[in-house]
């Protein structure tokens, strides 16, 4: 490590480090609240533990997490856990305002004192006997204390700041980036900040694999992400699906870039360091709407999948999508953002089809265009080509027919539907400025910038 690393690392920790008044804080906090679950009158509740970043003593100063796991009897249907675990949650924090998340089931937020708290239920199972995602929670935590030393939780808190301030921190699908316990993994792994940002900067191809303990090659076979990364509490389960390729990317060239010219910018200390912003109005294509108030995990997925159909309906009619992005801000407003190459097509379009000398081939050409098509020629490869008028050049245009003909068959999931049928859409292109605000401006910058981290390596 260069004595300039080293320097920025240490330096860095001065503001990550959780004073002893904010620990006292946070512990109180967690007992009142394990309290109060203890307390929910239910004989299948049978164990009631802390999790999250606090629990393992990997927060950043602060920026905890306090998780409480409602352990639930094994016997319980899945129905059943499901409604006693939102019952636990919000009869345990009925005195703070909560709100329902979902992940694989249902569970309770509340922030108290400022602090985000999270009572989720779990089966109260032995190891490898999982009967919902959240079981191995508990294990995670065990574990954790009993592999990371004092000084291995100092290099997690440098990496979890580094990828906060990155941008890919977090595995919830908003984010698609890298959870807290993948963090500590990492360092287990690696065993310092430095040396984890070395490993990740010389991956030199797709699906890398990380894992603390001996590989099963079988179980990697069923693997299909960019990067597996093992969890050794359940091997047969791959930490990297929730990864998105863009955070592993940016995950590759941030480190790079801090390798090559380490500095404080990349813990978030200093003056803010602005993207390089490009002007792009008049390639921008936006859509906007209203929607039915729900989940923010929902809306997310939600929007995901639809910005993905619409994507793949605009590249089908010649509309190419260089990036696009989706925004919420979770209370009952989204928008898709697109960056096209051009929001107009030509007038007319080529379709080139096989060489004369295929002689079926050329005839079922032929057979197929004949009738819509305005030409066909051979060119001076021999081969046929057709000329058609284009029926939609507008990219606007194009949408509003797709939204008032087509909604039901592209894709889009259906509680979206309902919402863009209640007439709340709008589309535009970039060039309508003031139509662009607030979370729809930070959209915008989002297909429109270049990252600083990316250049920093240069």
């Not at 995670?140 to 808190?157: A, C, F, G, P, W």
């Not at 990496?159 to 980036?177: D, P």
């Not at 928008?335 to 089809?353: D, Q």
Request: aromatic share 8%.
């Amino acid at each position: 490590m260069t004595t300039l690393i080293r320097s920025v690392t240490s330096r860095a920790l001065r503001y990550l480090q959780p004073s002893a008044r904010e620990n006292e804080k946070l512990t109180r906090i967690a007992h009142k609240v394990m309290e109060l679950v203890r307390n929910y009158p239910s004989p299948l509740i049978t164990d009631v533990v802390s999790g999250g970043s606090f629990a393992k003593g990997t927060w950043i100063k602060g920026d905890a997490d306090l998780d409480v796991f409602a352990k639930i009897d094994p016997s319980v249907d899945k129905v059943e856990f499901e409604r006693m675990g939102m019952a636990i949650g919000l009869q345990s924090l009925k005195k703070y305002k909560t709100q329902l998340r979902y992940s694989e089931h249902p569970y309770v937020e509340a922030f108290i004192n400022g602090v985000r708290v999270n009572i989720v239920p779990c089966y109260d199972v032995e190891w490898g006997k999982w009967k919902s995602a959240a079981d191995r929670s508990p294990f995670h935590t065990e574990y954790i204390n009993n592999h990371l030393d004092s000084h291995m939780k100092q290099e997690v808190r440098l990496l979890k700041k580094f990828l906060k301030t990155v941008g890919i921190y977090g595995a919830q699908i908003a984010k698609g980036g890298l959870s807290g316990y993948v963090t500590e993994i990492l360092i287990l792994k690696y065993g310092t900040f430095v040396s984890t940002l070395q490993s990740i900067a010389d991956i030199a191809c797709a699906r890398q694999i990380i894992s603390v303990n001996k590989v099963d090659n079988d179980v990697l076979k069923t693997f299909e992400s960019n990067i597996v990364i093992i969890d050794p509490v359940d091997p047969r389960r791959n930490l990297g699906t929730a990864i998105s390729p863009e955070s592993l990317g940016k995950f590759i060239l941030a480190s790079r870039a801090f390798i090559h010219r380490p500095s404080l910018h990349f813990f978030g200390v200093g003056k803010n360091r602005k993207p390089r912003n490009v002007r792009l109005d008049s390639n921008l294509l936006i859509i906007e709407f209203k929607y039915e108030p729900r989940s923010p995990d929902i809306i997310w997925g939600q929007l995901k999948k639809t910005l993905n159909s619409i994507s793949k309906q605009l590249q089908l009619s010649q509309f190419d999508v260089i990036r696009s992005t989706c925004t919420t801000d979770e209370k009952g407003f989204a928008a898709l953002v697109f960056l096209l190459r051009s929001v107009t097509l030509p007038s007319y379009t080529e379709r080139i089809g096989p060489d004369v000398f295929r002689k079926k081939e050329s005839a079922n050409f032929i057979s197929k265009n004949a009738k819509e098509s305005l030409l066909i020629w051979t060119n001076r490869e021999m081969r046929l080509v057709c000329l058609f008028k284009t029926r939609v050049t507008n990219a606007q245009d194009f949408l509003h027919s797709l939204f008032s003909e087509r909604l039901g068959s592209i894709g889009i999931t259906e509680g979206l539907k309902e919402d863009i049928r209640n007439g709340t859409l709008k589309i535009y292109t970039g060039d309508e400025k003031g139509m662009i605000s607030g979370i729809v401006r930070h959209a915008v910058n989002e297909v429109t910038a270049t990252e600083r981290f990316i250049t920093d390596q240069h």
